[in-house]
């Protein structure tokens, strides 16, 4: 069950080149929104300018961008680590892999088996990823989201713009797996609805987000290593006789014998983005 290709039973009535056409359509519409988000919040701009702003206040050349680039890879993609909150970042990182898992997927069965009952591996990740999409973006939704967890609001308050790619997302993946299960037309036509949706308003979800993101966390990690600290100003060595000759309560405020300030920002749980 959980390595059929659900695809192939549609092939009686749907022509195979008709369903890979889909995908590539929407393929197409994530790339066009992208672009058109892209441009329209002027982001490529403001990064290039900002940069460049940035190199003229560069202390030291980067000569390690290789590692920092890995470093991103690694931190702010694979492992989202960014997210302090754990409960967050589980939840980021189940949708997004299953997100992952059941595009791939997707695409691989249409495109490679066609009217073949049983897909394997893909099969597998394919119906893994729907779960794994349905468990991260319920839980985000019912208990994580911002608007919930830190402004009080109901679980129901819907925005269009705000709330149709995560919505769309989830009405994609539960209908997936119903249709999956059950083999009922209701279920194929929603899901094809919902997910046509989804593709359809990459300009106002986080498509373009995800794709720039990476980019911006690597931007960042070159200006520090650069010096520049993105126009903070410089923390100086509170151990040299020099700071404190010129701030005498300074090093030890904070450097040698810290007074206990309380809990601080660790007073309540981190719910708030």
Known sequence: MFTSNPFAALTEIIPVATMQAYVIAMMIFVVAGTI??????????????????????????????????????????????????PKRRLSHLL???????????????????????????????????ALMLCVG?????????????AEGLAWNDLDFRRDVFILSMLAMCTFALLWSFTGSMLMFVL????????????????????????AAAFQKKVIWESGARENLPDIPDLSSAEVKE??????????DNPPYMGP???????RHY
């Open 36 to 85: 058109i988000d892209v441009v329209h919040k002027r982001s490529k701009e403001y990064f290039d300018g900002f940069t460049k702003e940035m190199e003229k206040r560069a202390k030291r050349p980067v000569s390690n961008k290789g590692g920092l680039l890995i470093k991103t890879v690694t931190n702010e993609v694979l492992t989202s680590s960014e997210f302090k909150n």
């Open 95 to 129: 949708t997004m892999y299953g997100f992952i898992f059941f595009v791939a997927a997707t695409a691989i069965m249409i495109f490679g088996y066609g009217d073949q009952a049983d897909a394997g591996i893909w099969g597998l990740l394919w119906h893994v990823g």
């Open 137 to 149: 973006g319920y839980w985000f939704w019912f208990d994580i989201r911002v608007d919930v967890a």
């Open 191 to 214: 899901f094809i609805a919902s997910s046509t949706l989804l593709f359809t308003t990459v300009i106002w979800s986080k498509f373009a987000h995800m794709f720039f993101k990476p």
């Open 246 to 255: 010129k701030f005498p309560d300074i090093p030890t405020y904070m450097g």
């Open 264 to 270: 601080g920002i660790n007073r309540e749980p981190p």
